[in-house]
Structure formats: C-alpha cells, structure tokens
C-alpha cells in the first residue's frame, strides 16, 4: 500500500523531535515511503539539511510547519509552490517575531491576513475533535484541506478513525493519514520521554501524562500502518504528495539595487568604483598584470551578476571608514583585485600571488565569500547601519546552531533524571572539549561515579544519543543575509536574544548549501586596541597614524620578533607561535604571512612546517620537478603551506581547471568529516603521472592535501592578518606604553591577563602608575614619568565590581575641579556614590590619595551613611583612627582580588621562602639542556591544540619570569585533575632547549594552591 508521511518532527523541533533529518529520511526511503514531509513546529530551520538527505537518499520530500495557535487549534501547513513557500515563511515569521527567542505566538487573526496561499493545510484534531475549529479552517481553506487522521495505540483509535471519517464525510473534508512521528525508530523513545521532561521542567519520574502514552510515533512499516489505516487514508497522502512540487533547489534571491545611481547600470558602477579605487591605490599607474586581473575579474563579477553584492559590501565598509571605525577584509576576498580597489581589503595585490578562483569560481557557481573585520567594541554601529539602512524585514543575521556537548547533555539529561545539582556539577566539569563528542567510563570514574550504577549507565547512553543533536538557534557571529524584497519570503526571521537583533533560521552551511550569499561583519579585539593606540598616541604626541602609514619592513620589529618577544601582539603571542618565531625568524612582510598560516594543523598534519624550516636555514637542498611546479612553490621553497598553493598545484602539474581545483580544496576542508578525496587522488597522480612527475612526488603532494584537511589557512587570510600582525608589533615595539594601555582598554582579549600585559610593559621599560581617583580617567592613560617619556596610568576599568558610569563619573569630578577633593566624603557627595563604589575604590586602593592606605579609606567608606531628608549630608566630624598600614600580602590579596594584578611584588615573591628547593624561571636558563629540575609557579594559560595530539602546553610565572611546560598526553591524563584545576603548580621535570626556545618537560606534578590561600588568581586556559 502506498503511503507518505505527512506530519513528521525532527529534532529542530527542540525538545520534542528525537532524531536528526537525515535519520528520518534514511528509514522514511528503507520503508519505502513514497514521499517525507519535515513539520517542525513554527519553524524550517532543518529544511536544507532535511533536502540534502533527501536528495542523496532519492526521496521526494516535502516543507512545511505544524503550528499551534494562541487559542489551542493545531494544525500543519504543506507547500505546494515557491509561493506557498513564501506565505509559510512569511507566518513563522510573524508568530517568532511576536514573541521571545525560542517560542512563537499566532492566532487566527494572523493567519487570516497571510492566507497560506497555495498551502495545504492538514487539521491536527485534540482527543475530542472540536467541530468549531474544522468550520473556521474550512471556511478559509475549503479546497486545500484535509482532516488528520493519527492512529498511536492510544487506546480509542478504532472509534477516534470512525469518528474523524464520519465528521469529514459530513463536513466533506476528506480525510488523509499520518503518523505525528517524533523518531524515526521505536528505540528512540526513551529519548524522546527525557526531551519531554526537559521541555516541562519536571524529572522523568514526575512527567506523568505529560509523556505520550504509546512509543509509536516513530516511521512504521507499510505493513503495520496498512494493518491500522483504511486503504483510501493511505491513497490520500500519495495524492497530496502529486500536489506538493517545491523544492529548495527553486529558491533565488538579489540583493539590494538601491545603491546604484539613477542612470547607471550595477556593472557600470560597480566599474566606476572599481576604476576610482584603483586610481586611488596606485596613483603613478597600474602595472599590466593588475589591470588585465582586474578586466577578468570585472567580466566574471558580471557574468555571475554579483555586483549587488560587491556594491553592498563597498556601502557598508565607507560607513565603517566615515565614522572612524577601523575594518579590515580577510580570507578569500584578499585574492580579489577589484576588493583591493574597493577598500574592503588591505592585502596589496602587486605583493601576493594572486588566485581570483579561491574568491569566485564560475564552475562551482556558489557564492563569494567576504569577511570584514570590524573594531569589536563598534561593530554594533556597523550592525545597526545595516539594519537601518535596509529594514528589519531585508536584513537579518544568520544563525549558529548551538548543539549538545557532553558537559550539556550530562546537565540536561541528569537534570531529568532527578539526579542533585551538585552532583550534576561534578559529572559534567568532568569532561573537557579535547575528550571528543562521547561521553567516556573514565570521566565518570574521575567524577566519583561508578560507570554501571544502572542510572549512570541510563544516563550515559542517553547523553551519548543527545550530543549532536540542536539545543536552540543563536545568532552567527556576523553573517549578514541582505535582500532586495522582503527576506521573510526566503527564510523566516526570528528574534534573537540580544536586542536589536534578529536572526534567519538558517546557518551558514545551510546558506551555502543553497548557494545564497551573506557578508560577515566579525568583530577583532586588535582592531579595537589599535584604534585605541593611535588615539593615545595621538593625544600623547600629536602624531595621528592610520594603518597605512606605519613604517614597513622595520629591523626593530623583526628583532623583537626573532626574540618571540610577542606578548600582546595579534596572532602570534600563542606559546605555539612563540616557539616558532626564532626558528623562522622572520625579517620581511611574507615571512609574516607564513608565520601565521605555518603553525596551523593543515602544515603540521601535512608534515610541511619541519621541511620548510629546514630548507630555510640551508639544511636541506630546495628543488623543483618543474618550471611550472617552481613558479608555484618558489615563494614557499618548494612546501606547499597555503590553500591556493595546492589548488595552483594541481592546475600546473595535474591538469585540473581553476573550478575543478576550487572544488579540490572544498573537499580538503571536508574530507576529515565526510570523505570524498578518493576520486581526487586518483585524478591528482595520475594527471601528474601523465605530466611526468614522480610517484612520490604525487604522493607526497597528496598526503599535504590531506594535511589540511586539518584546517589550513589560504594565503590571503594570512595575508590580511599578517598586516595587523605587522601593526601590533611595531606599535609594541615604538610605542610600549600606548600599546599596553590600549590593550588594557580593550579587554577582554587575547592569551594573556592584565596582570601579564602590565608586567611585560614594565620589564619593557614602562613606568606603570596605579589607579588613583585624583589622577586616573575611566580607561587607562599616558601620562609623563619623571624622564618626560609616556608612562601608563591604571584607569578606573581596571577596577572590579566599578560600573562604568560611575567611574566616568568620579573622572568628570576629579577632572572639574583638577583633583582639588579634600576626602573620601566630599568625593562621594560630588560624584554621587553610594556605599558599593566606595568600597570598591577603597579596596583597590584607588582613595590612597585622599585617605592614605587601605584600611584607612575602608573606614572612610564604612562611616558613609546615606542622606536624609533632613540632613543631605551624612558627613560627622570625627578623629582620624589609628589604623596600621595593611601587609604586604594584605595589598597583594587586595589588589588581585579588585585589579586582578599588582604593582607590587609577584605573589611568589613573598612565598620563596615555602618553596624549598623551587628553582626560579630565572635559574632554568642556567640549567645544562636535559637536566633534572623542580620548579613552578602561578597557572597563566592552559592550551591544548588539537593537532598536538593530546599534549596539553601551561605557562607558568613566578617573581622572575615564565616557564614554558609540556605535558605529554598520558601525564597529562595521569594528573588530569591537577593539569585543569591547579592555580599554583610545583613541577619535577627535564629542561628542554632548542633555537632559544626553553621549555620544560613535566614528570611529576602537585596542586600547590592551598599556599595562594585567598588569592583571586585565574588563568585563561584553552584559547
């Protein structure tokens, strides 16, 4: 008997579905179902995932959405047409943007005014078929209608079939079958029940009716169902099926063409632009190569009718550049000329190797891809432009599909499982992200838990079903989706959690599995801290620098470079990075560039970084099979490190097409997950078989291909974050004070704390001031030292549990009256504070001037009362107290516990004594390579990159430096609780030294943190 199903959830259905689209689509073709339909409720958002199963499994599928209104109808709503796909989107949109993110609110006045045209509307009747409801839908979908007919083992589903064909014959709605499937197998229901629990917010024990009563809403087979249904409620689906012919494939969309001119044609001006941008870039003229580039790429820009998206994407960056707001192109559009000409990018084309293919392929026929980086504390601006500019109803960000990982499947499903918070909280800080997506036996073991305690093994197995599967829809990081009509026919928009935000339903590889375009509009923490430098310097000097204007190819900064003295600098301040500096030692822009994409896991797993080195420092031999394989790989001598480098590579030594090597690298970057690189291999050697290359060689360029499939970086990304790399150490290297204090002021950032940041000014030469409500604005300063040069002065931000309008406010006070405030009261009268912001200035210290130390101020701020009505002020007359100075340790706890760092001496420091036998970072250097030591010191940063093959690398300081640690993946699970968890480390090891870079080999190692005491110390661990 035929049969297709109608009304099936997935697990985008968050909370009620229990299997992912393509389960459900795989079993749905094993049946043998003529058709599936995915009717997740007031929402499409695995539609593409749903349509690329189905177009892999050879099943027709259908879109569409189940709906529950204000007033309790329910009812699914099929499409037929591109323009029933557009009503269906345009209501979920409706019912999503009335309410908040992640629920929807409709009622039938709503759909009224959209009318469903060309859905088919499938009435889901309650337990008692309420005669109202199917008049009202009859009355607006007469034609289009169908009553719904769902047979669970429920008890009554021999009487509930009579009466539903009853109430259709006598209303003449016809009735149709379905399965109100929820999984697509039956052992998915214990799943399904905990979903439930989850949704209610109850444990499993006390969901009662709140579970469906039978397990069988899962695909059953035509056997069975033809066993339940009557034949003509079965025939009916296959009918609605022939009715329903869309498919995604059909959806096209343009973007805006309100920005071009009146009298110009989008080609024209984008040509316009262009043409004035190049005039701009090269002033003395445009070398031959670069305008014949810039012809090709105009003529395919066109050909794929993509200046829209190009004069978009112009629009936005000149706002960002209008309002001073620093931006900067990366990734693939830094292969593009015309971006270069544009400003969207900063890569100069006559310094790279340009590969436009990388950028747009006229075979693949998908979109391009722009990232722009913006100032991270400005890109609101940028955002709200765009929203601005275009409408809530055009513009939209794509959204980040946030799924299960163990630690919150663990939270979820115990939380159902009745299972103590506390005990939940043990079980889920025992996994780690590097621990993979299964939930292992040893974890629970480490957790305290026994692994077949019959309720932890339940848990387990259902929290290893539950990873993966979607937990909600957030908004992407900056991934705009435009449109020049109404985007809500495309795609339905949301509420995001944020304000001012709204979101589409779709993610970016769901975008880009239908070939839609977007702009990302990503935020950089260095671009902010460079603006935030060029300002202070500006103030300090006068001196007003744009990124263009920094000095290149400065041997100051490649000697500070050589050195790895790169904390703070973009990119390269990882301890990875910091180790491989002064072995490449890089003295000009492209050394930069391979810097930053030589330390990647593509290079590493590829076996490309040692060969390289080697042949740079003149211990290998550097040879070419070709010419042509030479014109390639001569900037690299001869290792392929970047992405285009591979896609050139197989055009020149095996005969692909720029398009066939374009899809090369989209299989790189897949194949770890999805396979798919044998094809490519055998059609890599043997064209380069054909060409006279070796065997080996072709192997050996294959197994690099395979190397990034570990993610390596292309060229031009590296390209466009090598500038800022160049900035950041020029700017640290001329300018230290400016630099420290703007990264101050745009925490929080990178690898390294405060408390690293001041201290490596410090041994820079730095004079550091501390905050002082006389002298401190709310953003640290410059200020001049007792030599005149710039010094840094701790701002107000610094101070924890200060809020910002506050501390503005105190600045402004100060300020006014040029720091002329007698006492802790009168500031407090005239700036307005209560009792919490003086306790806070008072405990960091921030009132020394006006109260002498800590403990006085804290009893100036313990005798603030509050103003009456009577009495405004509060202030009593009293005897200064005798109070003692606080110890040295007092001011340390003080001091971290509100800056987070201390002027003063390093914590160890005052412990040297405790630590018997500890030898200092400083003693390491004096250490023979591959001797015993026992050392240690404060946790600064934890990583553990993933293609270091579980070792996980702790930097460590004490009052003399840092310690550079390894630790091998079976030590570090050795002594796993001490590797996450320790604040001060002791570790017995072997020093390791090499190119100047020491390191120190763990062997041993103890949680020392009960010496810190009450000491607010936290590292920032696995970034």
């Not at 033809?226 to 296959?238: F, G, I, K, S």
């Not at 050909?303 to 960002?320: H, K």
């Not at 050392?935 to 093959?949: D, F, K, Y």
Request: glycine share 8%; charged share 25%.
């Amino acid at each position: 008997m035929p049969y297709a199903e109608l009304h099936c959830l997935s697990n985008f259905s968050f909370l009620r579905g229990a299997s992912h689209a393509g389960e459900l689509v795989a079993r749905a073709a094993e049946l043998g179902y003529r058709a599936l339909a995915i009717t997740d409720e007031c929402s499409v958002a695995g539609a593409v995932r749903a349509h690329q199963a189905a177009r892999q499994q050879g099943l027709p599928l259908i879109h569409g959405s189940e709906f529950r209104l204000d007033d309790g109808l329910r009812f699914v709503a099929l499409v037929s047409d591109r323009r029933a796909w557009a009503r269906l989107c345009a209501l979920i949109t409706t019912g999503r943007r009335a309410a908040g993110k992640g629920s929807y609110h409709l009622t039938r006045k709503d759909v009224m005014e959209n009318g469903l045209a060309g859905c088919l509307i499938l009435w889901l009747p309650g337990q008692t078929a309420e005669e109202g409801e199917l008049a009202w839908l009859r009355q607006h979908f007469h034609d289009r209608l169908w009553i719904t007919v769902e047979l669970l083992a429920e008890g009554d589903d021999r009487r509930r079939c009579d009466a539903l064909m009853a109430l259709g014959e006598s209303s003449g709605v016809p009735c149709v079958a379905a399965g109100d499937v929820h999984m697509h197998l039956r052992e998915r229901r214990t799943l399904q029940d905990t979903l439930t629990a989850l949704r209610h917010r109850v444990p499993l024990a006390d969901a009662g009716l709140a579970l469906f009563p039978s397990g069988e809403r899962h695909l059953r087979p035509l056997s069975r169902l033809a066993r339940l249904y009557p034949a003509a409620l079965m025939e009916e689906t296959v009918r609605i099926v022939r009715r329903c012919a869309f498919s995604l494939a059909e959806l096209r969309y343009e973007y805006p063409a309100e920005l071009v001119p009146e009298g110009e044609t989008a080609a024209s001006y984008l040509r316009k632009r262009v043409l004035s941008g190049m005039q701009r870039r090269w002033p003395r003229g445009v070398a031959f190569r670069l305008k014949r580039q810039i012809v090709r790429e105009l003529q395919l820009i066109h050909e794929m009718a993509y200046e829209p998206f190009f004069l978009t994407v112009d629009d936005v960056v000149a706002f960002a550049r209008s309002r001073g707001i620093l931006c900067q192109g990366r990734g693939s559009a830094a292969n593009s000329v015309v971006c270069f000409c544009l400003g969207i990018t900063e890569v100069d084309p006559a310094r790279m190797n340009v590969l436009f293919e990388r950028f747009i392929s006229k075979e693949r026929g998908e979109p391009p891809d722009i990232d722009v980086d913006f100032e991270h504390e400005r890109r609101e601006e940028v955002i709200q432009y765009i929203y601005g500019k275009y409408g809530r109803a055009r513009a939209a960000l794509a959204a980040t599909v946030i799924a299960y990982r163990p630690r919150s499947a663990v939270r979820d499903v115990g939380r159902a499982l009745g299972l103590d918070s506390a005990r939940l909280d043990r079980l889920a800080s025992a996994f780690q992200w590097w621990d993979g997506l299964k939930a292992r036996r040893e974890r629970l073991q480490e957790a305290g838990e026994d692994p077949d305690n019959p309720v932890i093994r339940r848990l387990m197995v259902l929290v290893n079903t539950l990873i993966g599967f979607p937990r909600h829809l957030s908004q992407h990081v900056g991934g705009f989706v435009i449109s020049d009509g109404p985007l809500h026919e495309l795609v339905p928009v949301e509420n995001a959690a944020m304000s001012d935000r709204t979101v589409i339903q779709w993610d970016k590889d769901d975008l880009e599995a239908l070939g839609l375009l977007k702009v990302d509009i990503l935020a950089l923490g260095m671009l902010t801290a460079i603006r935030r430098c060029f300002a202070l310097i500006g103030q300090w000097s006068g001196h007003h620098w744009e990124l263009a204007d920094i000095p290149a190819e400065d041997g100051r900064v490649y000697d500070m470079l050589c050195r790895a003295d790169t904390m703070g600098v973009f990119q390269i301040e990882s301890r990875a990075q910091m180790a491989m500096l002064p072995r490449l030692r890089p003295r000009t822009f492209y050394d930069l560039v391979i810097e930053v994409a030589i330390v990647r896991p593509g290079p590493i797993q590829g076996d490309m970084v040692h060969p390289y080195l080697s042949r740079r420092c003149g211990e290998e031999p550097v040879d070419y099979p070709s010419p042509e394989v030479k014109a390639v790989l001569e900037r690299t001598l001869g290792v392929p490190i970047f992405q285009e480098q591979v896609m050139q590579l197989a055009i020149v030594a095996a005969g692909f097409s720029p398009g066939e090597a374009d899809q090369l690298r989209r299989s790189m970057a897949a194949w770890k997950k999805r396979g798919g690189l044998g094809h490519f291999e055998d059609r890599l050697i043997n064209g380069m078989r054909e060409r006279g290359y070796s065997e080996d060689f072709a192997r050996r360029v294959f197994k690099q291909i395979q190397g990034f499939g570990e993610y390596g970086f292309p060229e031009s990304h590296s390209a466009s974050f090598a500038l800022l790399v160049y900035v950041s150490a020029w700017l640290k290297c001329h300018e230290p004070a400016a630099f420290c204090a703007a990264l101050l002021n745009s925490q929080p950032m990178g690898f390294y704390a405060p408390a690293q940041l001041v201290r490596d000014a410090r041994e820079h030469g730095v004079t550091v001031y501390p905050v002082d409500v006389r002298h401190s604005q709310w953003e640290c300063t410059l200020e001049p030292d007792e030599d005149g040069a710039p010094a840094l002065r701790l701002g107000l931000n610094r101070i924890k549990g200060l809020a910002r309008e506050v501390g503005e406010r105190v600045a402004r006070v100060m300020t006014a009256v040029d720091g002329a405030i007698g006492s802790v009261d009168e500031l407090r009268h005239r700036a307005g504070l209560d009792r919490r912001a003086v306790d806070a200035l008072a405990d960091a210290g921030a009132l020394a001037s006006l109260a002498g130390h800590r403990h006085r101020a804290r009893w100036a701020a313990a005798g603030i009362e509050a103003p009456t009505p009577l009495f405004a002020s509060g202030a009593v007359a009293e005897a200064e107290p005798m109070l003692r100075k606080p110890r040295e340790g007092e001011d340390l706890l003080a001091d971290y516990g509100r800056l987070g760092l201390s002027l003063g001496r390093h914590p160890l420091a005052l412990l040297r004594d405790r630590l018997e036998g500890w030898q200092t970072a400083a003693d390491l250097w004096q250490c023979p390579a591959d001797s015993p030591v026992l050392t240690g010191g404060l946790v600064i940063n934890r990583q553990r990159p993933g293609s270091a093959r579980g070792v996980t690398f702790m930097t460590l300081e004490d009052e003399t430096g840092n310690i550079n640690l390894i630790c091998w993946r079976r030590l570090a699970e050795q002594y796993r609780p001490v590797v996450l968890n320790a604040r001060l480390l002791m570790v017995v090891g072997t020093v390791q030294r090499e190119h100047g870079v020491q390191h120190v080999i763990a062997r041993h190692l103890e949680d020392w943190g009960h010496l810190l005491g009450r000491l607010m110390h936290r590292s920032r661990d696995f970034r």
